[in-house]
Structure formats: C-alpha cells, structure tokens
C-alpha cells in the first residue's frame, strides 16, 4: 500500500477526518509522554536510583541525554523552587546579586555562587553541578503539556518563568529558557531569574 492509499485508509474511518486527525494528534503526544518517562529515572540526595513511584527525590538522572539534573524543593533552602539568581561567570554579569529578590544566600545571589554552594553540598553525592546550556535546558521541555512545559511527575515544583543557561551572548546578555512557551531571550545579567542546575552522568 503506497501512502496515497494509506493516508485514503485512514480517512475512511467511521470517526471522519477531523476525528482522526485528532486521534492521531492524541497518539503522537500519549507516545512523546511514555517515551519521556521511561528515560527518566529518580535520584536520591544519597546518589541511589529510586523506584518510580518513590515520594522523595533530589535528582534525575536522564539516561537519553545522559545528564543529571537538579529537582526543586518547596521548602525553604538551597534547591527551594522560590530563589531566584542573577547570572554570573566569574567574568561578566552581576557577582553581587543585589538585584535578586530572592535566593537562599543571604549575599552573592548570582549562578556561579548557588552551583559553587550545590557543589560543597554535594547534592546526590556530586561535585561537578554546572549551569545547563541552552541545549540541555531545552532537552526538558514537553510541549504538549500544560505550562510549566516539563514533565512534572519528575521536575514538581518548576515555575512557568525563564531559567537560566550558561550561554551568554555578550558582556551584558545571557540567554534563558522560559518554561511558559518554551523558546529561548537574551536577557539582561543583572535580572533575576531561576536556575536548574545539571551534570554529566558517570
């Protein structure tokens, strides 16, 4: 059967055209969803993987990108869901923070002190935490759900606003994933936004 015929085969349905189209549409993402979740595995804050319906995790290990990303927490803290980091690399952005509303630190409020403070924690028994690319930040987004546009059975407590990525494109203006429509800004270093940070898995 060529695929004139096929395509014929299919629109013969009972459904109807419009039926079908929406049926399919309803496949494709029900087949984006469980392939997002078998390649996604919990993490404890003792580096363990966890059953998959197991209520307390710090991590999740992606095993398609083989990267390990940082979770969220409600509570108050250094993974709390609120804080929020103006970016900086050591070279260019905001090293002082001021212009954070909010972080765990009380001083310092920028990237690279909150993935030097994940590091000394050793959150998930590792110390090689960085700033996601651009890439990596956009290997989360699901965009056939509702925002925040991320698989929230494994990421809970992710807010639909921009997250930062470790790529800047010049001395004033870094680029952010927003998870509310899922394309990527420059923005302005000295604004506050929020960070998920990432490792390579061993």
């Known amino acids: 059967m060529n695929k004139r015929h096929t395509a014929q085969a299919i629109y013969s349905s ?12 309803f496949l494709f993402i029900l087949t984006l969803s469980i392939g997002a979740n078998a390649k996604l595995f919990k993490v ?7 059953k998959h319906n197991a209520k307390d995790w710090s991590c999740v290990l992606d095993d398609q990108s083989k990267l390990v990303w940082e979770v969220k927490k409600t509570k108050k803290g250094l993974q709390s869901n609120q ?14 923070g001021e212009y954070s509303r909010n972080c765990n630190q009380a ?7 909150f993935i030097n403070a994940l590091n000394k924690n050793t959150l998930c028994k590792s110390i090689n935490w960085r700033l996601p690319s ?17 698989n929230t059975n494994f990421f809970p407590n992710t807010k639909s606003k921009p997250y930062w990525s470790s790529d800047s494109v010049n001395a004033d203006i870094a680029v952010d994933v927003p998870f509310f429509y899922g394309g990527t800004q420059g923005s302005d270093k000295s604004f506050d936004s929020y960070i998920r940070a990432v490792r390579n898995a061993k």
């Not at 009972?14 to 549409?25: K, Y």
């Not at 404890?44 to 966890?50: H, P, T």
């Not at 001083?107 to 002190?113: A, F, I, V």
């Open 14 to 25: 009972p459904l109807g055209r419009a039926q079908m189209d929406n049926f399919i549409i």
């Open 107 to 113: 001083q310092s409020c920028n990237t690279q002190s």
């Open 134 to 150: 651009e890439a990596e930040l956009k290997t989360l987004l699901r965009y056939g759900d509702t925002e925040p546009l991320i």
């Open 44 to 50: 404890s804050d003792q580096g363990n993987i966890l």
């Open 83 to 96: 804080n929020t980091y103006t970016w900086f690399d050591g070279k260019t952005g905001v090293e002082n």
